[in-house]
């Protein structure tokens, strides 16, 4: 290549990526753009989350999920931009500029992304991507098979309007798709989460007993667009890389051909053996989101969090930016004379059903916002606590199709629920147990 | 109990809303507070409805999202009223009881009955603040109408002062750039250029607000505690 000569994309743009091999000459008194990244330091995961002094800082949730990368010694990152996430995976692409990402590149679209993540981690990289709504959807496919072949990876969901008709603004109905997988699926509330959630994944899934993907799913705009604080450690430490050889199952390369796949071939065929095999998976899957739940326990200190929940009249269960709303939901009503407790969820995969059911064990009235239409937050905690508490649980106000949940909504419920008054913002057939009245609720399924 | 009021801002596009609500922001922030804003992005050009919306407090904002039942509605374009350009219909819509609603308008607008009678069921304050006249009078130009309806606001929450408003105008005009979007980028050179420089642009925008200020407090409006505001005597001289 010539000195005049410029390398150009296929639109004509000049490439101008710092990751480019260097030309010679010229050389002396440039500066190394990967010169901070290889100074940085490993550091345990015990340091890290636990010790290391934090700065804080006023970012958006894509910067933070950017900054978690930056000290999650991150292999391989694979991009395919959608809105609202686009802007992750491209500040992701300045750190591989800057040599904090050891590879990265941009998919043809999210099912070949999800794929070439499979391949990236049973190759035994850490490896990271994002998506959103209808991206999320159409990786899908990969994504359901990645826990089956235990592969350690995480994934950031921006959760965004994926039913029809659609739009680009916040609603977490994709999560319903997710927490059936077998992946380990954590709701961040804010921007702190989003850091906190993305660097504890990587540890969490990676360990022995677990190798399973961890996605960390988030509200679209309101978080990945919106800034707020999030308290870091230095950027010059960063985790231990992974460890492939301590997965469950054994990584490719040239002694380890495409073992698994291969050694259960009649997996393909409908036979018994097929079946048994299935089941083993399945439940290996199962178990070991089980026992992620210890180490949820030490590096995000809990499955969820409680506050003011003992004695309280009321407590309403969130996750995500839900519980954003709640917090000032609990506000209102303390101003209104209601004492009201919130319970915010983060982990809907493993779901916290013991914790709940001894914190729920006395509690009258339960509230359940949320931010899609079909309620699959409300479920989850229905089935938990069925048989432990005589609770009335309100499955509402939700909001969806991109909306922001008006305060208000939660309040009113709250004062329904405790004062008889019907709001008009749930419907009979969204309030299960305690005093409803299945006639009423037949009525009302009737007339809709 | 926090003090702490939802505000919704609903003007036409080039009266800078958006930027209204920044500096609010940044000077409640200034201040010792807290605030969080929401701009709506809908279609931008000139004349179009635009809302932006603010959340001030003394205490941590949780909270995210556009406001649908604000304390405190503020009016930047009596077309807003007139003429429907509102993205909640009608203007008030989900103004909470005992709200106020802020309306650019020299004195009081002729609503229609039922409008009228909503607006009294639920105690609703109207407070008509010339606020393009101000701008007018103090500053020449009738771009600096934000910027009363800014430090009028000021006064009522009474979260914020001058001196914090005049240091955010200042972090807006000579800071780190914070571009609200490309068409507003281009605005502001305009702006800029019609100020003729950035100090004297600064100067005059500071001058309505703390005039508009003034307003709030001499017609009983401001938050209890707050007073008027008097201009430095090297400001007053370039005034």
């Not at chain 1, 800057?98 to 941009?106: C, P």
Request: charged share 20%; with cysteine.
């Amino acid at each position: 290549m010539s000195e005049t000569e410029v390398k150009t994309n296929p639109q004509g743009d000049p490439i101008t990526s710092v990751a480019t091999p260097k030309v010679e000459g010229k050389v002396e008194g440039r500066k190394d753009p990967h010169a901070e990244a290889k100074k940085q330091r490993v550091v345990t995961p015990e340091y890290m989350f636990f010790e290391a002094p934090r700065t804080r800082e006023f970012i958006t949730g894509s910067e933070a999920a950017k900054e978690a990368i930056r000290r999650s010694n991150v292999d391989l990152a694979i991009a395919y931009p959608i809105t609202p996430q686009s802007e992750t995976m491209q500040l992701v692409g300045v750190l591989y500029g800057e040599g904090y990402v050891k590879e990265y590149y941009r998919g043809e679209e999210e099912v070949g992304v999800m794929a070439a993540i499979a391949g990236g981690s049973r190759a035994g990289v850490r490896c990271f991507t994002a998506t959103a709504g209808p991206g999320t959807l159409r990786g899908l496919e990969g994504i359901a098979s990645w826990p089956g072949h235990r592969l350690p990876a995480v994934a950031l969901f921006t959760c965004r309007v994926v039913n029809a008709p659609l739009a680009i603004q916040p609603d977490n109905v994709e999560i319903a798709y997710l927490i059936n997988c077998g992946m380990i699926v954590l709701h961040a509330e804010n921007q702190q989460d989003v850091f906190d959630f993305i660097m504890a994944g990587f540890v969490i899934g990676e360990k022995n007993d677990v190798t399973l993907p961890v996605g960390v799913c988030c509200d679209g705009f309101f978080v990945t667009h919106a800034r707020g604080y999030v308290r870091m450690q230095d950027r010059g430490i960063k985790l231990p890389p992974r460890d492939p050889w301590r997965g469950a199952v054994p990584v490719l390369d040239a002694e380890n051909p495409p073992a698994r796949l291969s050694r259960d071939a009649p997996v393909q065929k409908s036979n018994f053996m097929a079946y048994n095999i299935h089941a083993v998976w399945q439940q290996e899957v199962w178990a070991a989101v089980e026992r992620s739940r210890k180490y949820i326990n030490r590096y995000l200190g809990g499955l969820l969090t409680a506050e003011n929940v003992e004695g309280a009249d009321a407590v309403i269960i969130a996750s995500g930016s839900a519980a954003a709303q709640s917090r000032e939901a609990v506000r209102l009503c303390k101003e209104k004379g209601f004492n009201v407790g919130l319970i915010k969820i983060r982990s809907i995969r493993p779901f916290p059903t013991k914790e709940l059911r001894e914190l729920c064990a006395n509690a009258k009235l339960i509230v359940v916002p949320e931010f899609n239409y079909i309620g699959w937050l409300a479920r989850e905690v229905a089935t938990a606590i069925y048989g432990y508490s005589k609770a009335r649980i309100i499955g509402g106000p939700r909001v969806y199709g991109g909306q922001s949940m008006p305060v208000e909504l939660i309040v009113d419920e709250v004062e329904s629920g405790l004062t008889g008054k019907k709001s008009t913002n749930v419907a009979m057939s969204q309030i299960m147990g305690g005093t409803v009245n299945p006639e009423e609720v037949a009525h009302f399924m009737r007339s809709i | 109990m926090a003090r702490r009021f939802n505000i919704r801002m609903a003007g036409v596009g080039g009266q800078g809303v958006v930027t209204a609500s920044h500096i609010l922001s940044t000077a409640v922030i200034n201040a010792g507070g807290e605030s969080t804003i929401v701009p709506f992005y809908g279609s931008e050009k000139r004349m179009a409805p635009v809302e932006s919306y603010v959340r001030v407090s003394d205490e941590p904002i949780y909270e995210i999202g556009e406001i649908t039942f604000p304390h405190i509605i503020i009016i930047f374009h009596p077309q807003v009223i007139t003429h429907g350009k509102s993205y909640t219909m009608p203007f008030y819509y989900g103004l909470k009881e005992d709200g106020i609603a802020l309306i650019n308008h020299d004195g009081p607008m002729k609503l229609q009955s039922d409008q009228a009678r909503e607006l009294e069921e639920r105690r609703a304050k109207l407070y008509y603040i010339p606020a393009t006249k101000i701008s007018l009078e103090v500053s020449g130009m009738d771009l600096a109408t934000n910027m009363a309806l800014v430090g009028c606001i000021g006064a009522i929450t009474g979260l914020t002062n001058m001196q914090a408003l005049e240091q955010a105008v200042k972090d807006r005009f000579l800071g780190k750039g914070f571009v609200v979007s490309g068409g507003t980028a281009a605005l502001d050179s305009v702006v800029e250029r019609k100020f003729k420089k950035k100090q004297e642009l600064i100067e005059k925008n500071v001058a309505v607000m703390r005039a508009a200020w003034n307003y709030a407090v001499d017609h009983g409006w401001a938050a209890k505690d707050v007073q008027r505001a008097e201009a430095p005597v090297a400001a007053a001289a370039t005034a």
